[in-house]
Each structure stands twice: as C-alpha cells, then as structure tokens.
C-alpha cells in the first residue's frame, strides 16, 4: 500500500492520505508539523537549555530571611532559639557547612540576644549574628 503525503508550504504541515491521525496530530487541528519545524524547535529548546537562559535561572541566589530571638540551645550541628516578639515560638535552625566550621570555633552564650539568618521555607541557617 502506498501513502501518498501532501505538504502545504504556507502552513508548513503534512497531511496524510487514507490513514487516521495521532491523538497529537489531532490537537494542531488534524495536521503534524513538518520534519524543518520539529527540529527547528528542538534546537531552539536545547539551546536555551544548554545556553545563558536555562543555566541562570538554577544558579539563582536562595532567598533568605531573619529570626531574631534569645538562644536556648547551642549544638555542634543546630541552634535553638526563642522569638523575641512571640514567647511561645520557638525554633531550631541546622548550620549550613561554613557555618557549622565557626561555629565550632565561637558559639554564643545560652540566653544571647542572636539575629539567625535562613533559607526560605526551611530550617538551613546561614549565619548567626550577635
């Protein structure tokens, strides 16, 4: 049996004859985009992927915030601490790998008035501050 295909250059599309179409033929309207377009927009793809565009946006600096509070418990892995503002939260923050190095070294006093600051939407302390 012999197909016969019909390419129309204005819409850059194939239109098979006698066979039924793919269900994603059937969603652009009953025809395929041509073999030019479909490795044209795989280039495009790829090249934003491996190009400036794709790699910016996973190299993007976490957005970070402060909790400002009176230590309770100081570990060698994590930090507890008590908001200033509300008595009755409290909160215990794990050291990033640089923080955790100096702390080692200095670690506040039970009861030191400490600023901590985190990763957004996580427990991941940053720096502590004095």
Same mark, same amino acid.
């Given at each position: 049996?012999?197909?016969? =295909?019909a390419? /129309?250059?204005?819409?850059?599309?194939?239109?098979?004859?006698?066979?039924?179409?793919?269900?994603?033929?059937?969603?652009?309207?009953?025809?395929?985009?041509?073999?030019?377009?479909?490795?044209?927009?795989?280039?495009?793809?790829?090249?934003?992927?491996?190009?400036? =565009?794709?790699?910016d946006?996973?190299?993007?600096?976490?957005?970070?915030?402060?909790?400002?509070?009176?230590?309770?418990?100081?570990?060698?892995?994590?930090?507890?601490?008590?908001?200033?503002? /509300?008595?009755?939260?409290?909160?215990?923050?794990?050291?990033?790998?640089?923080?955790?190095?100096?702390?080692?070294?200095?670690?506040?006093a039970?009861?030191?008035?400490?600023?901590?600051?985190?990763v957004?939407?996580?427990?991941l302390?940053?720096?502590? /501050?004095?």
């Open positions: 049996m012999t197909e016969k =295909l390419e /129309n250059s204005s819409t850059c599309t194939i239109k098979r004859a006698g066979r039924r179409l793919p269900s994603t033929a059937k969603l652009l309207g009953g025809s395929q985009p041509c073999l030019r377009c479909r490795s044209a927009c795989i280039v495009l793809a790829v090249g934003l992927l491996l190009g400036g =565009l794709g790699l946006a996973l190299h993007a600096k976490p957005k970070t915030d402060k909790f400002e509070g009176t230590v309770v418990v100081v570990g060698p892995k994590a930090i507890t601490v008590k908001s200033r503002d /509300n008595i009755y939260m409290v909160r215990t923050f794990h050291y990033s790998a640089e923080l955790e190095q100096k702390m080692l070294r200095k670690k506040p039970t009861g030191k008035k400490v600023t901590v600051h985190y957004r939407g996580s427990d302390a940053l720096k502590v /501050n004095d």
